[in-house]
């Protein structure tokens, strides 16, 4: 059976942080973004153990080869969503260093 947190773990990560953005310093505020992104990169790192886990599980026979590829599927596009995200931080940093004050 597929795990829903499994699914889709940055918006998992969004509901519990979106009540606690309110009154918080800026420094606060950088700390909860750095604890966002660990928490979302631990999810993408869950969706690929959990695609070798049930990997490993089909060649014993204790799954379909349907659960297998749907996990696989899953842990393949987080990472290319995280790719995504990461490349347009990048970017964006680049457009900011370009800037002239």
Not at 11 to 35: I, L, N, Y
């Amino acid at each position: 059976m597929i795990n829903q947190t499994m699914l889709n773990p940055v918006q998992a990560v969004r509901m519990t942080e979106s009540s606690a953005v309110k009154d918080k310093t800026p420094a606060e505020m950088t700390k909860s973004f750095g604890e966002f992104l660990q928490n979302a990169l631990d999810g993408v790192s869950a969706q690929e153990q959990n695609a070798h886990v049930m990997s490993d599980k089909y060649l014993i026979g204790q799954v379909d080869v349907s659960e297998v590829m749907i996990a696989a599927e899953q842990a393949q596009l987080s990472l290319q969503l995280t790719s995504q995200i990461r490349n347009k931080v990048v970017e964006a940093y680049q457009d900011i260093m370009r800037m002239q004050l």
